[in-house]
DNA sequence: CATTTAGTTCAATTATTATTGAACTAAATG
DNA sequence: CATTTAGTTCAATAATAATTGAACTAAATG
């Protein structure tokens, strides 16, 4: 593994931390990202992180549970191999804006506590209407999405990165 | 200071916690949304939820700095007060969407140390695609809210809470 | 069926982050 | 100008979370 992709997995590591995951988590993703192989195993993992076995287990599992990194079992081996998942971003997106509903309803459970309205429950029920409404809007905005697609990839590919195809 | 507000309060605070924010922050916001004042003090943020100074004044700070809650003078008294800021839900959307930016550009780098392409590539080209045209897409999101708000927000506000006003 | 391999579990450790509390600054007041 | 009030700062402590490492289980192999 080059010096410039050991660099790349602990930025990662740090980078996803601060989307909540854990700098183990994001140094697994990270590898999984920039290694050729088309899956790794458990041991390659650890050891070009070096990492307990302790640490791979329990991460690598989160990783799965959460749907970026599935595992991979190869016929005539016993060994688990690991992968990135081909998760669409569509399911990605969905999951997050789960979150804003939830804090929606933070939102609008403290504005039914209150005995009447004022600046801060007209805030939070815009807020909160805002969120909810977002949450319906993602099918449509998916939909867009999939109409654009393909021409907005292939632009990207050609103004940044995934130039080496083409030498 | 009822105990079903110095319930949500708790739960506020573990709430706002899943979002990245301390538990105190969660618990001032919190007592920021119940409490039936337009403004409060610093003491009695401090007396309501039973923390010391120094985590009141670090914490208001800290929500200061990010747009939640906006300090407040008043004309012949050297106290400040806090209130929570009528944020726009435009500006909060946008903040969240630069974080989904980043991690589009996390990916870039990522591709972009690879000798050729792959399975890997052709998934985070596709997936740092999706989060930059998310980015830009956010504008037309939020004018079709803005179109849509007033209804919407009348429709929430007689489903669900907020009924205390017409009694 | 003994041995090796692959991975899991979990208590102990380490690292990180939040909170307190006491000493401080700076402005306002008498 | 001494005193009170309002808030800040920051070192110490407490709380929480991540990681290790050693003992373990379970399946595969000879």
């Keep these: 593994m080059t010096e410039d992709k050991l660099q790349y997995i602990e930025e990662a590591g740090m980078a996803f931390e601060l989307f909540g995951m854990t700098r183990m988590a994001g140094r697994i993703l990270g590898y999984l990202i920039v290694c050729d192989n088309e899956s790794v195993s458990f041991n390659e993992i650890m050891g070009a992180l070096k990492a307990s076995k302790g640490s791979i287990s329990g991460t690598t599992k989160q990783l799965i549970a959460v749907g970026f990194v599935e595992p991979v079992s190869l016929p005539g081996d016993r060994k688990t191999y ?60 998916l939909q867009k999405w999939e109409r654009e697609k393909e021409n907005i990839i292939k632009e990207n590919s050609e103004n940044y990165g995934n130039k080496k195809k083409s030498t």
Tied chains: 1, 2.
């Design 82 to 141: 690991f992968r990135i998942s081909n998760l669409e971003v569509g399911s990605i997106l969905r999951e997050r804006i789960k979150l804003f509903v939830k804090f929606a309803e933070v939102l609008d459970k403290g504005r039914n506590l209150k005995e009447k309205n004022d600046r801060v429950t007209d805030w939070t029920l815009e807020v909160s209407s805002f969120y909810k409404w977002l949450g319906d809007e993602v099918d449509l905005i």
